[in-house]
């Protein structure tokens, strides 16, 4: 079983979410007030050089290790625990269909025996957890067990990062889990608290974008595309003659030539927006739905300015740009402006804060 926590662990403590992306490693800290309400307390992002992280393997350990000691120091954060989260491709999951009425090690004993038919290396190579769903919709008396299983190795490695960087590492997720949690608070601020609705979420990173399709807590559709924010700073190079680093700077601070917006911006935001509906059309033509009740957006690239209200007008569908704080009280140590502006960011790394409060 899984060595550090789990994926499915619930912590009460202080606990921070972290991401780690190929461009950057992001933190979030939250809180309860006294009413009850979410707080957040601390988010910082600190960006990662290209090449550090490739296809979720960590090239470089020691800058990426470095890179989190400075995002921690940035945060003004104390507390320790962090919640980490792997890739979907480096992760298993499966649902399976067990007799009801097992204890836990007998529960433990015969998810060890199946997860040997859908797992192509050695159990002993393995980090494997599960979480008992509830009772089965097809089976009366048995239950319903989803497992998630990843190389042990894969899970090492971001605990090393944690663990080098002065964390302690308590819970692993699995990314598109940790953004769906996020989300879900924000669908459910939807009329009839999103209740039957399908909503195509949308996380626009540096390399991929990631593609869910939900309705109430089941995933239609996933799906990722090789398209993302580098593109863009790949166009201001080539456009500007700009070093990497310094068109990626100047993309961040807005401090582009004046033609930036017609000659470079117009046309990648028309180009995501072919790529976005291009998503859409893969999930319509494999399911037996035709359209969907809301697009959400998040990402560091999701922000840009026109992009929702462009979305929509080429979809038809409502589009719209989250901000997984919404409804929270900001703490002191939150710097408004800029949280505001890089918020659609940290879905995923608001998601593994929320593993805290999840019962």
């Known amino acids: 079983m899984i060595s550090l926590g789990s994926l ?6 202080p606990m921070l979410g972290l991401d780690i992306s190929s461009s950057s490693v992001k933190l979030v800290e939250l ?3 006294k009413a009850g309400n979410l707080v957040l307390e601390r988010c910082a992002i600190e960006p990662l050089e290209r090449g550090w992280i490739t296809d979720g ?3 470089k350990f020691d800058e990426v290790a470095d890179a989190l000691r400075r995002l921690v120091k940035k945060s003004g954060t104390k507390t320790k625990n962090v919640a980490m989260a792997l890739p979907p491709s480096a992760v298993i999951t499966k649902k399976i269909i067990l007799p009801g009425g097992m204890s836990d090690q007998e529960l433990e004993v015969q ?6 038919q859908y797992i192509p ?8 957890d599960f979480c008992v769903i509830g009772p089965s919709a097809t089976s009366a008396g048995d239950v319903e067990v989803l497992i998630a299983a990843s ?5 090492q490695d971001i605990q090393g990062l944690a663990e080098a960087a002065g964390l302690t590492p308590v819970v692993v997720d699995v990314e598109s889990y940790a953004s769906r949690l996020a989300a879900g608070r924000l669908i459910e601020n939807l009329p009839n608290k999103g209740s039957g609705a399908i909503v195509a979420l949308f996380e626009v990173g540096a390399l991929t974008t990631s593609m869910q399709v939900l309705r109430d807590d089941e995933v239609l559709y996933d799906r990722d595309q090789a398209f993302g924010g580098a593109q863009l700073t790949q166009l201001i190079v080539r456009q500007y003659g700009f070093s990497q680093e310094e068109a990626e700077s100047k993309k961040r601070s807005g401090e582009l030539p004046e033609d930036y917006e017609s ?3 117009r046309p990648f935001i028309e180009t ?8 859409l059309q893969f999930f319509f033509t494999s399911t037996p739905h035709n359209k969907v009740d809301y697009i959400m957006l998040a990402g560091g690239s999701a922000a840009l300015p026109g992009l929702t209200a462009a979305v929509t007008q080429h979809t038809t569908f409502p589009c719209s740009l989250l901000n997984p704080f919404d409804g929270m009280e900001i703490g002191d140590g939150v710097r408004l402006k800029r949280m505001t502006r890089e918020a659609p960011s940290y879905l995923t790394s608001c998601g593994l804060a929320l593993r805290r409060f999840v019962q």
């Open 8 to 13: 499915f662990s619930r912590q009460p403590a």
């Open 31 to 33: 809180g309860h007030d």
């Open 57 to 59: 393997n960590i090239e």
């Open 111 to 116: 998810v060890e025996t199946e997860a040997n």
């Open 121 to 128: 290396f050695p159990l002993d190579e393995v980090s494997l």
């Open 151 to 155: 190389r042990r190795e894969k899970v």
């Open 263 to 265: 000659a470079v911006l």
């Open 272 to 279: 995501m927006v072919q790529e976005l509906g291009r998503a």
